[in-house]
């Protein structure tokens, strides 16, 4: 069970890797841009993933390859995503805009692999708060479907706003999402309501 001891690194585009790794990250079957080798997304769940990772890719060019394995056989989970990186080439190679999230269950770890690209422009620290703030609460409910979607889409969100783009959440009621537009609607909300006041009070007053 992934609980709140899920690791999440952030790394970069590394020139080499190992054939030690194949074992566990070769043939990997994609469905899209979806490798779930651990059989945790229902196929419902896996088109929709697939439609907002595609509404991405058309909108901005960057990509997300999401990989969840049943284990990681003893390997680094940072060095056998950026052999996916590497050998599934993520991204466009020269504008090493890829991404790999990445999910070993067994061994309740999780990566976030980016591309050079991102490098200065997503900090490492963010992607720590994103992934507690997204997959961590579903996955100590051992939802780990809805945590795997609102996760990647969370992730999907922030390399979209890179570009200045927003995309399409597919399959979900959108309401993780509209929380944080809600706290930005209310204070403003607020102030028109003390204008109206502030008016109201003006007239009474003449």
């Given at each position: 069970m992934i609980k709140k001891c899920l690791l999440t690194t952030l790394l970069f585009l590394s020139l080499s890797a190992g054939s030690v790794f194949a074992k566990v990250a070769d043939n990997?079957?994609?469905?899209?841009?979806?490798a779930d080798e651990a059989n945790v997304l229902k196929e419902q769940a896996e088109e929709n993933i697939n439609l907002t990772l595609d509404d991405l890719s058309k909108k901005t060019g960057n990509e997300i390859a999401l990989v969840l394995l049943p284990s990681l056989e003893g390997q680094k989970i940072e060095d056998v995503s950026s052999y996916i990186y590497n050998t599934y080439k993520i991204g466009n190679d020269n504008k090493k805009?890829?991404?790999?999230?990445?999910?070993?269950?067994?061994?309740?770890?999780l990566n976030?692999?980016?591309?050079?690209?991102?490098?200065?422009?997503?900090?490492?620290?963010?992607?720590?708060?994103?992934?507690?703030?997204t997959f961590v609460p579903y996955f100590e409910k051992d939802d780990y479907e809805n945590g795997v979607m609102q996760g990647t889409y969370v992730i999907a969100d922030r390399v979209a706003k890179l570009e200045k783009k927003r995309i399409k959440h597919y399959g979900i009621s959108n309401e993780g999402f509209n929380k944080g537009w809600l706290w930005l609607i209310l204070p403003l909300f607020g102030i028109l309501l003390g204008g109206i006041w502030f008016l109201a009070n003006n007239k009474s007053v003449k």
């Open positions: 990997l079957n994609f469905n899209g841009y979806i805009n890829g991404v790999v999230l990445l999910i070993g269950m067994s061994e309740q770890q976030v692999y980016l591309g050079e690209y991102y490098k200065d422009r997503i900090l490492a620290d963010e992607v720590r708060d994103l992934v507690q703030q």
